[in-house]
């Protein structure tokens, strides 16, 4: 089996209504924008995945790995692997061209991914991941309704000037929302959304009072409450918390950071990103060290239900993970359907808080081309894309 060729769509998708994320103060979300990619085999296999951004992550794609995948066996991975991280240097993080690679591998054996890669589980625990900044009042109603929906655990943003503000939410979600949920907050210190000014950036002191007072709440953890490359900040306030987990790691890139977050003891909870931190098959190999510290590998994952999927079935695959990320904020417009438009159907919770990891082989995906035809932007593809046109009639540079 070899690659034959490579495609990537620029897929734009509205959202039904804006979505503001806490991290990008003053940015308004109007739309979903992401790369959907499609690795073809010259025995007809298919292999999908999506990148976080937009052309200008297809446009690096295509440039600095395609040509080095076109002609290689996809079954390969750990090879191709190291061929597809050493793009890293040159553009932006070039990691989720592994998982093609997976979906095609998991469609030759007939078997989905997380069995592939040893099975923990089939079904994980969700978070509900929350993006919004809101009133204290409207945010506590919002974490029952999500509880009243089937979640057991919702993860808060802490963004305001003044990081009281942030606890006089939390404090409200508590008393409204008692112990039948687990809390966590998100303070996104890792690093700011570039032109985004006015981003509060908390010191020590900041994050250790945020941290203590959480810690009364009851919050299970407190995700990058300092800058990511802050190793002895990290370590130091990690080493001065009794019961509140340190988590972070998103916007970390390559098993030699994860490492060191690891060593200076940094973090109770890891959270790389399969398509923006490293490979899911490097992510594995850090999974197996952290275990050996008692730290949890809780991969991070926002931007659209590709994704989502894929860090399902890595979550399932780990013994010391036991959460999902799953972004969703109604009543915004990042909701699980928003999230999950290009597949036919959204990825659900069940009445005891869990998703379970489809059972088709691969990842599972099921997309609804007819919905990614229309709103495709622009195609790049290289080599034999016979499968696309053959299959969907889509042509090199078409835009609709
Ligand atoms: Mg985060």
Same mark, same amino acid.
């Given at each position: 089996m070899r690659i034959a060729g490579i495609r990537s769509r620029v897929v734009q998708l509205p959202l039904d209504r804006p979505f503001q994320p806490a991290w990008g103060? *003053?940015?308004v979300q109007r739309s979903l924008v992401l790369v959907l990619l499609e690795v073809g085999t010259d025995d007809g296999l298919v292999g999908h995945g999506a990148a976080h951004g937009g052309l200008e992550a297809a446009v690096a794609l295509d440039r600095f790995v395609t040509p080095h995948l076109l002609g290689q066996d996809p079954?390969?991975?750990?090879?191709?692997?190291?061929v597809?991280?050493?793009?890293?240097?040159?553009? +932006?993080? +070039?990691?989720?061209?592994? !998982?093609?690679?997976?979906? !095609?591998?998991?469609?030759?054996? *007939?078997?989905?991914?997380?069995r592939l890669w040893g099975g923990a589980g089939d079904r994980v625990r969700a978070y509900c991941s929350t993006g919004e900044l809101r009133p204290a009042r409207q945010r506590a109603e919002d974490v029952a309704a999500l509880a009243d929906a089937g979640f057991t655990a919702v993860k808060l943003r802490f963004h305001h /000037?003044? +990081?009281?503000?942030?606890?006089?939410?939390?404090?409200a979600v508590r008393e409204?929302?008692?112990d039948r949920i687990e809390l966590m907050a998100d303070a996104n210190q890792a690093g700011a959304d570039p032109g985004t000014g006015g981003h509060r950036v908390w010191d020590f002191r900041t994050a250790l009072?945020?941290?203590r007072e959480l810690e009364r709440l009851g919050f299970h953890w407190l995700e990058e +409450?300092?800058?990511r490359h802050d190793l002895d900040g990290l370590s130091r306030l990690r080493d001065r918390l009794e019961t509140i987990k340190l988590a972070g790691g998103e916007d970390n890139h390559g098993l030699h950071e994860f490492r060191l977050l690891l060593?200076?003891?940094?973090?109770?909870?890891?959270?790389? /990103?399969a398509v923006k931190s490293e490979t899911a098959s490097a992510i594995r190999k850090l999974a197996a060290f952290a275990e050996l510290g008692g730290v949890d590998v809780v991969p991070h994952t926002w931007g659209n239900g590709l994704g989502m999927l894929v860090h399902l079935h890595l979550a399932a695959s780990l013994t010391n993970c036991g959460y999902l990320e799953f972004p969703h904020d109604p009543p915004s417009g990042l909701t699980a359907s928003a999230r999950d438009r290009m597949l036919t159907e959204p990825v659900t919770v069940d009445e005891e808080g869990f998703v379970q990891v489809p059972q088709r082989p691969g990842f599972g995906f099921v997309l609804d081309e007819e919905r990614i035809a229309h709103h495709t932007v622009h195609v790049i593809e290289q080599g034999d894309c016979g499968f696309a046109r053959e299959d969907r009639g889509v042509s090199k540079g078409s835009a609709t």
């Open positions: 103060r *003053g940015r079954a390969q991975v750990d090879r191709l692997a190291a597809i991280r050493d793009a890293e240097i040159l553009g +932006p993080p +070039p990691y989720c061209m592994e !998982i093609p690679l997976w979906d !095609i591998l998991g469609k030759a054996a *007939g078997m989905p991914v997380h /000037d003044d +990081p009281r503000e942030d606890l006089a939410v939390a404090e409204k929302a008692g009072g945020v941290a +409450p300092l800058p060593e200076r003891g940094c973090f109770d909870v890891l959270q790389p /990103d």
